[in-house]
């Protein structure tokens, strides 16, 4: 299988082309000086990239570090000038409990929503494969509707459909007999109110995932499939030994991305669980960093915890940007 | 071809033109205008033409100033405010509210109005409870703009047919809650009141003679574990458990009491007295309002006395914002207000027989920490309230932990 794989790979594409340039004779000729010339050019190239990118991001993160060693509080800020204060609101982050309640929180919640998008993503991806077109062009609309749904709105519809006096939702499980769920507040406790986040967040992630797997489910030869099928195996072990080792490089990516998503995500939870509600109970990390920074104007530790967001979300990007890279070698 | 070069020459010098003047108006912001940054209530309708008599007035005697009011809504204004703060172009003049002044007066957010008290009309007669909220260190930063208290709005034909009078103590206000829970149906609040007002929950604290939070040798200690507390808690929660099918978590602003008044689905609400105008038009002749009544006979329940205050922040054209203060505190600006349900800023301009007025008599604050704010953006007694409520803490572990939690910010 993986031989088979590999080779099904070897297509060289521009890239690689162009790196390997023009055909051996010619380049030989060539002067040392203008080959370290060529050899410059993709630096060249490359550099007004970088350049926007160290404007546009490097210098906020800049001061963002020079703030994350500073007390800059309300005071500072009107002042325009903060003290040095070494590692000092590093400390008092890692001394924090609620810090650390709140990683353990957010990463449990991370792991959900991530199983959560992929598996059901992957699931409509195979679904489509099999439904008629019609069928598969109305799923796929619908999908692509609920992918360009803007947050801010999607959560003004999910706080009317679960309201606790007037909403679809207690109106529809009562009706259904379901059981007794008429003035049921689906914002009662941290548990519930978090799995309303998950809904919305899944909800709106699905779609991607599908699309994505469901253009990558088009690279499976369907003569291996045909061929696992004749040989007797069932549906689950041709999606593991057949499907899901083409599939793989597309999982990781569309995995680590959504880690990186859902551990920094803002908008969903703080307006469904609205600010009123929130407190140290039930935070995630982008909320905590919102409320020690923004609400208790405690812009330093604010930014130190940021850093230490960044740090978090940058480790796991060493991971995708590692596959990216090797991904790339297959040769 | 040449008809199109024309065009587009006359459309870039427009732009340049509009560039221009857009340029000059900021640049020259300082002195022909002034920015006053006011609480979306001021957008009423009813409340339009006051702040509009106040800028007519001051412009009686600054000619050709302009003010520029923009409204902001509480959840925001203070975020948006450090912004400018950070970058420059604060606001000549901003609406405070009460409770938010002591962390931005500490930080030197304001300019010391102290020495312009002779220009503002009425300052000798401030309401103590407001003209406390602007003072810091012995001097004052903000202007008394107006005050709010909490009334009982009711249906007085579900009363009537209930063979219910208007209740005198706070016995009495639960046993009708009760009788009129029976004959409600499923859903149906006799008395609505969102689980976690916090405002609304305090004031059977202060009723039982508890408290907050209060300083002991410069620390803060927090008051809610005293027996009082305790014991107002208590009464809190069982007065809620019979009268109220609120949600336990809910805020008071969401929805809007009124709104669940107007549905039908409520036979009182507690809040402004203002509500009156929202209560649906099936309703507005048999509604009616009396004041919450203290568990001790006689009395109302001491009301959480809300507000605001103008103030001036640093870096202000202070002349021109003292001088619109000046003209939107007038006695005849307060009067207004208090035409259309405020409190007006002087106890030489309030009236008894106004019911919000009557409903102020007794009223309770906030501890003025400057970190005060941050207890209630961290929501730390909504959360106990939510905790009592839905049974997950004992009155006594919810009322613990709250305080634990008080504390900590309040030394911060």
């Known amino acids: 299988m993986r031989r088979l794989e590999r080779s099904s790979r070897y297509v060289p594409d521009n890239a690689a082309i162009a790196a390997e340039g023009l055909p051996w004779p010619r380049r030989r000729r060539r002067s040392l000086q203008s080959r370290a010339a060529r050899g410059s050019v993709p630096y060249l190239l490359i550099l007004p990239v970088v350049g926007a990118i160290a404007l546009i991001l490097g210098y906020p993160l800049y001061s963002m570090i020079r703030l994350s060693f500073e007390r800059y509080g309300l005071f500072e800020l009107i002042k325009h000038a903060g003290p040095s204060v070494g590692l000092h609101n590093y400390?008092?982050?890692?001394?924090?409990?609620?810090?650390?309640?709140?990683?353990?929180?957010?990463?449990?919640?991370?792991?959900?929503?991530?199983?959560?998008?992929?598996?059901?993503?992957?699931?409509?991806?195979?679904?489509?494969?099999?439904?008629?077109?019609?069928?598969?062009?109305?799923?796929?609309?619908?999908?692509?509707?609920?992918?360009?749904?803007?947050?801010?709105?999607?959560?003004?519809?999910w706080i009317w459909m679960t309201n606790l006096q007037n909403g679809v939702l207690n109106y529809a499980l009562t009706q259904l007999h379901i059981g007794d769920y008429s003035q049921h507040d689906w914002f009662g406790s941290t548990l519930s109110q978090l799995g309303m986040v998950?809904?919305?967040?899944?909800?709106?992630?699905?779609?991607?995932?599908?699309?994505?797997?469901?253009?990558?489910?088009?690279?499976?030869?369907?003569?291996?499939?045909?061929?696992?099928?004749?040989?007797?195996?069932?549906?689950?072990?041709?999606?593991?030994?057949?499907?899901?080792?083409?599939?793989?490089?597309?999982?990781?990516?569309?995995?680590?991305?959504?880690?990186?998503?859902?551990?920094?995500?803002?908008?969903?939870?703080?307006?469904?669980?609205?600010?009123?509600?929130?407190?140290?109970?039930?935070?995630?990390?982008?909320i905590y960093l919102f409320e020690e920074g923004y609400f208790k104007s405690d812009f330093g530790r604010g930014a130190a915890i940021s850093i230490l967001m960044l740090l978090m979300v940058a480790a796991m990007s060493v991971f995708y940007v590692r596959r990216m890279v090797k991904m790339g070698d297959v040769r | 071809?040449?008809?199109?070069?024309?065009?587009?020459?006359?459309?870039?010098?427009?732009?340049?033109?509009?560039?221009?003047?857009?340029?000059?108006?900021?640049?020259?912001?300082?002195?022909?205008?002034?920015?006053?940054?006011?609480?979306?209530?001021?957008?009423?309708d009813n409340w339009k033409p006051i702040t509009a008599a106040a800028t007519a007035a001051f412009q009686a005697k600054h000619p050709g100033v302009a003010v520029n009011i923009q409204y902001q809504t509480?959840?925001?204004?203070?975020?948006?405010?450090?912004?400018?703060?950070?970058g420059g172009n604060v606001p000549d003049v901003i609406e405070m509210g009460n409770t938010e002044m002591t962390k931005y007066m500490a930080a030197g957010a304001f300019l010391d109005l102290s020495g312009d008290k002779a220009s503002f009309p009425n300052a000798s007669t401030w309401l103590q409870g407001l003209a406390l909220s602007g003072r810091y260190g012995g001097k004052t930063y903000g202007v008394p703009y107006y005050a709010g208290s909490r009334v009982v709005t009711y249906r007085t034909d579900l009363y009537k047919k209930a063979g219910i009078?208007?209740?005198?103590?706070?016995?009495?206000?639960?046993?009708?809650?009760?009788?009129?829970?029976?004959?409600?149906?499923?859903?149906?609040?006799?008395?609505?009141?969102?689980g976690t007002d916090w405002y609304f929950a305090m004031s059977f604290v202060f009723d039982y003679g508890g408290g907050i939070a209060s300083q002991v040798s410069g620390k803060w200690k927090s008051r809610l574990s005293s027996p009082k507390s305790i014991a107002g808690l208590t009464a809190y929660k069982n007065f809620w458990n019979a009268v109220s099918k609120a949600s336990k978590t809910g805020t008071e602003n969401n929805p809007q009491p009124y709104d669940v008044y107007a549905q039908g689905q409520a036979a009182a609400i507690i809040g402004p007295a203002w509500f009156s105008c929202c209560v649906g038009k099936q309703y507005t002749g048999v509604t009616g309002q009396f004041v919450v009544p203290s568990h001790t006979k006689g009395q109302v329940m001491p009301g959480f006395l809300g507000g605001s205050d103008l103030a001036v922040p640093i870096g202000a054209n202070k002349s021109l914002a003292v001088d619109w203060i000046a003209?939107?505190?007038?006695?005849?600006?307060?009067?207004?207000?208090?035409?259309?349900?405020?409190?007006p800023n002087s106890t030489s301009l309030t009236n008894a027989s106004k019911i919000n007025e009557r409903a102020a008599a007794r009223s309770w604050f906030v501890p003025t920490a400057k970190n005060w704010v941050n207890v209630e953006n961290g929501n730390i007694l909504r959360n106990m309230l939510a905790q009592i409520l839905t049974g997950k803490l004992s009155v006594k572990q919810a009322a613990a932990s709250a305080g634990d939690n008080i504390e900590s910010v309040l030394n911060a």
Do not use: C
Request: charged share 10%; glycine share 6%; net charge positive.
């Open chain 1, 91 to 157: 400390g008092s982050i890692l001394h924090d409990p609620v810090f650390w309640h709140t990683l353990v929180r957010t990463a449990v919640f991370t792991v959900v929503n991530v199983a959560l998008t992929m598996v059901l993503g992957t699931l409509i991806a195979l679904l489509l494969v099999r439904v008629s077109t019609a069928v598969r062009i109305l799923l796929t609309s619908g999908l692509v509707l609920a992918w360009s749904m803007p947050a801010v709105v999607a959560v003004q519809v």
């Open chain 1, 198 to 286: 998950t809904t919305l967040i899944v909800w709106g992630a699905i779609p991607f995932v599908v699309v994505t797997v469901y253009a990558g489910l088009a690279q499976v030869p369907a003569e291996l499939v045909e061929a696992a099928e004749v040989d007797g195996a069932r549906p689950w072990r041709v999606f593991l030994d057949v499907t899901y080792p083409i599939l793989k490089p597309i999982f990781l990516i569309l995995t680590s991305l959504s880690i990186i998503w859902d551990f920094g995500v803002f908008t969903q939870p703080y307006l469904l669980i609205e600010q009123s509600k929130l407190h140290a109970g039930n935070y995630l990390m982008a």
């Open chain 2, 1 to 44: 071809m040449r008809k199109r070069i024309a065009a587009a020459a006359l459309l870039t010098a427009a732009l340049a033109v509009a560039a221009s003047t857009a340029l000059g108006a900021t640049s020259k912001a300082s002195a022909n205008a002034i920015t006053v940054w006011l609480q979306a209530d001021a957008t009423a």
């Open chain 2, 74 to 86: 509480w959840g925001a204004h203070l975020q948006k405010f450090d912004a400018t703060l950070a």
């Open chain 2, 165 to 194: 009078k208007v209740p005198t103590t706070l016995a009495q206000f639960q046993a009708a809650g009760a009788k009129l829970a029976k004959q409600g149906k499923k859903g149906f609040s006799p008395v609505y009141i969102a």
């Open chain 2, 327 to 343: 003209a939107y505190t007038s006695t005849q600006s307060e009067k207004a207000l208090q035409a259309i349900g405020n409190i």
